[in-house]
């Protein structure tokens, strides 16, 4: 079992940058996809990065998005620059030992989501 919890979400004008992290449970950490998606108003829940042996990036993040992870602190982070009010969305971290999984949406763990909101 794994257990997921983001934080640094909050309110930014467009233009800013946030830092969120992802601390999970468990000692096998290292063995887990990590990636983040987030689901805005009225809209369905989008993939946005992940972390394997490689990053994957949604087109729409690409260049101004960076995820990343430190194994020794089990803790996965998104660095989100140049945020624009299309990027408002509650944001949520998932982990699958399953990297297919994973990038397909269907992880089987989540955590709760952080709320990021950008202003014009």
């Known amino acids: 079992q794994v257990q997921l919890v983001e934080s640094g979400g909050g309110l930014v004008q467009a233009g800013g940058s946030l830092r969120l992290s992802c601390a999970a449970s468990?000692?096998?950490?290292?063995?887990?996809?990590m990636g983040w998606f987030r689901q805005a108003p009225g809209k369905g829940r989008e993939f946005v990065a992940a972390i394997t042996k490689n990053t994957y990036y949604a087109d729409s993040v690409k260049g101004r998005f960076t995820i990343s992870r430190d194994n020794g602190k089990n803790t996965a982070y998104l660095q989100m620059n140049s945020l624009n009010p299309e990027d408002t969305a509650v944001y949520y971290c998932?982990?699958?030992?399953?990297?297919?999984?994973?990038?397909?949406?269907?992880?089987?763990?989540w955590g709760q989501g952080t709320q990021v909101t950008v202003s014009s």
């Open positions: 998932a982990a699958d030992l399953n990297y297919s999984d994973l990038l397909r949406g269907r992880p089987d763990y």
């Open positions: 468990g000692r096998t950490f290292s063995s887990y996809g």
